[in-house]
């Protein structure tokens, strides 16, 4: 008999924790027959990736997967064969007592956020804390070998790459977000944190004497857009013009189509943890808007990856780089650093698609996570 799952997703970031968490249920569903429970604190949140979700459901199946509200108020459960915390949140204690009372204990699993640093791949799979007798073991997704690798459903760059070469699919798609961009316009998505950097990167865009049209879906970089054009309450459909400029607000959509959107684009910024790895996988160039933490300690995960993603760069290339993603991180002028970075175009949108090759040669995080619990029984 197969093994059951239980992932809990506590929601901390509105949709990079449970992005990640929900594309793995589906993934260890549909390609390894796993019954997986999904725990989830916030379904609202959830919603906005996965409309058909019911809010007010305790309990609910949803593409293969079960998905059940945690709620503050934890009822009798019994534990499953897996369990798996997501960054680090915290077990309901009731829950963590039926793990330790069952007669062979669960696979106790926590699976940690992606980091690019050299410590991830010692640290992956190490035995952690134990709670009566349940020992906890760490699971780190990574670029490198010896971590766990990115979530990667299969035949995903297959799709990817049938998508990029049919371009009245391309169009369709677009039109179906209502979305015509001009003859000849760089195509960017935008979808990032609060950050003072925007208005300078604006401007340069909008002087270019190539058009552009940038595609925003809903979320917290609204506010500094709004600033810029001068207006207020920007909504889902929504399009400014200014000069060479075009921006438009989309509505948010769930990950598949999500996916789509970054494979049109010739440019993605891209914040948090699950959109930087969709935006990877569209083999298309990237600006990662990295989550800030305490003490700047994100500055060294984001030092880390440019170190790791700028190999074989060329000098002007690699500075390009690495100029751009560190104004935009320090929410500094933008200006300069893009300029650089369109001079450098062509090498960098090969890179970037030799970057996407070079990753998916490795073994995807589902498919680690399950190794790693055959390799446990």
Not at 94 to 121: G, H, I, K, T
Not at 227 to 251: F, I, S, Y
Not at 350 to 375: I, M, R, T
Request: hydrophobic residues 45%; aromatic residues 12%; contains cysteine.
């Amino acid at each position: 008999m197969k093994a059951t799952w239980d992932i809990f997703c506590s929601v901390v970031d509105n949709y990079g924790d449970i992005g990640v968490t929900w594309r793995l249920a589906r993934q260890l569903v549909a390609e390894h027959q796993y019954a997986v429970r999904l725990w989830v604190d916030d379904l609202r949140a959830f919603e906005r990736m996965c409309p058909e979700v019911d809010v007010n459901a305790e309990q609910q199946w949803r593409q293969g997967v079960e998905i059940c509200r945690w709620p503050a108020d934890w009822q009798p459960t019994a534990a499953a064969d897996v369990v798996m915390g997501a960054f680090a949140c915290r077990l309901p204690d009731a829950y963590m007592e039926a793990m330790a009372q069952q007669a062979r204990p669960p696979l106790w699993l926590n699976l940690d956020y992606l980091s690019a640093e050299d410590w991830v791949a010692g640290c992956h799979g190490l035995p952690s804390v134990k709670y009566k007798g349940v020992q906890k073991f760490f699971l780190f997704p990574g670029f490198q070998p010896g971590t766990g690798g990115l979530l990667r459903e299969a035949g995903l760059l297959e799709r990817r790459r049938n998508f990029q070469q049919d371009p009245q699919a391309r169009r369709d798609f677009l039109q179906g977000l209502g979305v015509i961009p001009a003859e000849n316009a760089r195509l960017i998505s935008l979808f990032a944190y609060e950050n003072a950097g925007l208005a300078s990167w604006l401007e340069v865009l909008a002087a270019d004497s190539r058009p552009t049209h940038l595609l925003v879906p809903e979320g917290r970089i609204l506010g500094d857009l709004q600033r810029w054009l001068g207006v207020d309450g920007l909504l889902a459909g929504a399009v400014k013009v200014r000069e060479a400029l075009t921006v438009q607000v989309l509505p948010f959509v769930r990950q598949d189509d999500y996916d789509r959107l970054l494979w049109c684009c010739d440019f993605n910024a891209v914040r948090g943890e699950d959109s930087f790895v969709r935006a990877q996988w569209a083999g298309r160039p990237l600006l990662w808007h990295i989550y800030q933490q305490q003490e700047d300690v994100h500055l060294d995960k984001l030092e880390a990856f440019l170190a790791l993603y700028t190999e074989g760069l060329s000098p002007p290339a690699k500075a390009a780089m690495t100029g751009l993603w560190r104004a935009w991180n320090a929410g500094e002028g933008m200006g300069e650093s893009w300029q650089a970075l369109l001079q450098e175009w062509l090498e960098v949108a090969e890179h970037a698609e030799k970057w996407c090759l070079g990753q998916a040669s490795q073994p995807d995080l589902a498919a680690a996570l399950v190794q790693f619990y055959l390799n446990w029984i």
